[in-house]
């Protein structure tokens, strides 16, 4: 996870090309509609909803794209209609790694992944191959130099987040993810700003790569299967040493 989490931001703080800023937008809208469909248009009653459009305004997604995407899952106007697919496989290194997609086209997109995983070193797996090596929880990101990290502990605990820790700049807090809108509730409260809260899957375990080589490849998979068009998030369980980061 550590080793996927910095090289996942390397790869960001590098900046985006008009191509992959466009990518980044559509995958966005793609998480709002879903929300939409699945919760209601209406962010107040709808959290998942509430954290996709602070996300893409986070990212720069024009408002007028938030509202579309949010009409196409309610069906105010027409447009695709996207499900969710997670697939599981193996990367080199023997290193587990799960992909969230938004697909019109299942069997397309379950072709397209497939060779992916085949064409750079990895095998796609059968639905429970690798997820058992993840647990589902919410993230929060608070940027360390807005805020205390004592407050941001103290109010984190009294609301029952699992871990706070200082990585890099910023300040993370996990917890369960039921409990996610009650802890941004209480951070909010305490004028605590977050940068962004998101359900994710963490790896229980990492697995060290000491290879630059088997690292180059893992990074190569990677970057392949974010660049895929139905690609919502890719999660791995691998860290590695602080140089192999500049492979990529």
């Not at 408002?63 to 027409?78: D, L």
Request: hydrophobic residues 40%; proline residues 2%.
């Amino acid at each position: 996870m550590a080793g996927h989490s910095h090289w996942a931001k390397v790869k960001h703080q590098k900046g985006l090309s008009d191509i992959r800023k466009g990518k980044l937008f559509s995958k966005l809208s793609r998480e709002i509609s879903i929300a939409a469909r699945i919760g209601g248009g209406d962010p107040a009653f709808n959290s998942r909803l509430r954290r996709a459009i602070a996300t893409a305004r986070d990212e720069g997604v024009p408002q007028e794209n938030i509202i579309r995407a949010i009409q196409k899952g309610t069906g105010e106007i027409s447009g695709s209609h996207y499900e969710e697919v997670l697939y599981e496989g193996y990367g080199p290194g023997g290193i587990a790694i799960l992909v969230e997609a938004a697909t019109d086209n299942r069997n397309r997109t379950t072709s397209e992944i497939r060779n992916l995983f085949s064409k750079y070193g990895g095998n796609l797996g059968a639905a429970g191959s690798v997820s058992w090596l993840f647990q589902r929880r919410g993230k929060i990101l608070i940027e360390k130099d807005k805020c205390d990290f004592d407050k941001v502990f103290e109010v984190a605990v009294e609301a029952e987040a699992e871990e706070v820790q200082q990585k890099e700049g910023e300040i993370e807090v996990i917890a369960f993810p039921e409990k996610l809108d009650e802890l941004l509730k209480c951070l909010e409260k305490a004028g605590i700003v977050v940068k962004s809260s998101q359900i994710v899957y963490l790896p229980k375990n990492s697995i060290l790569l000491s290879d630059k080589e088997t690292a180059k490849s893992l990074f190569r998979l990677l970057e392949v299967l974010e660049d895929q068009d139905d690609v919502q998030n890719v999660y791995a369980n691998f860290d590695v040493p602080q140089e192999f980061l500049e492979l990529n």
